[in-house]
């Protein structure tokens, strides 16, 4: 391989690897944030502990894996009549090269109606709050 195909191979595998290293750690969290709703999913007991009991679970299991940021800003529970929806909605812009920003959204949910879904987003949010 000529001087330029391997330029062109060491720029392509840099900017793989900053990629992975800038937007790593924030799929990481994502994937505990993951786990921990499937840990409240298994817990007998979700529907008679309060908000604040569920928080202080999540953040426990948060703090055991080093989730640190918006994850455990964005807890919201909504209780219905027979059902209560554990929500973990964020957004993070995570700057790449110089002034191009990567914009990663993710969106966990945990219906205690449907527990086996757990961590699909089933409920639009947004029509709760916009009736507020």
């Known amino acids: ?14 900017f793989i690897l900053t990629c992975v290293s800038k937007m790593g750690p ?11 709703l499937r840990k409240l999913a298994e817990n007998a007991e979700l529907r008679d502990m309060s908000r604040g009991e569920i928080k202080k679970e999540l953040d426990r299991f948060f703090l055991i894996n080093n ?40 969106d966990k949910q945990l219906n205690t109606a449907k527990p086996e879904l757990c961590c699909k987003p089933l409920v639009d949010l947004e029509q709760f709050s916009k009736r507020d």
């Open 26 to 36: 924030a799929y990481i969290d994502a994937y505990y944030v993951d786990e921990g």
């Open 67 to 106: 989730v640190r940021g918006e994850p455990t800003k964005a807890v919201k529970i909504v209780r219905g009549a027979d059902s209560m929806l554990v929500s973990i909605d964020y957004e993070l812009r995570q700057p790449l090269i110089y002034n191009i920003d990567v914009v990663m959204r993710f």
């Open 1 to 14: 391989m000529s001087y330029w195909g391997w330029l062109l191979v060491v720029a392509v595998f840099g």
